[in-house]
């Protein structure tokens, strides 16, 4: 279900019902949850609102990029305890 606020204003069902069809037919990224109809005097601007995506965080650990270390083996998981951290002074 869309969520649709209209501010700075009022609009029709008809134009509100514009504004919702123009969006939706728009090629969003992610699924579009929410809409902000901004009105400023003959100016409108449409604030759209989307899903939030899942996203797993990708390093680079002795020379593998991994989003966990679960499938490390035995001497991969040594070697990462054994690296030294470089830290810099400022």
């Not at 969520?3 to 123009?22: N, R, S």
């Not at 989307?50 to 490390?72: A, H, K, M, S």
Request: charged content about 30%; proline content about 3%.
């Amino acid at each position: 279900m869309l969520k649709v606020k209209v501010k700075g204003g009022v609009l029709t069902d008809k134009e509100q019902q514009a504004y919702i069809d123009y969006a939706l037919a728009q090629d969003h990224p992610t699924p579009l949850i929410g809409l902000d109809i901004i009105l400023d005097g003959e100016y409108v601007d449409l604030a759209y609102h989307y899903q939030e995506v899942p996203f797993e965080r990708i390093r680079r650990i002795t020379g593998y990029l991994v989003g966990t270390t679960d499938r490390f083996n035995d001497g991969k998981l040594a070697e990462l305890n054994q690296r030294v951290k470089h830290v810099t002074s400022e």
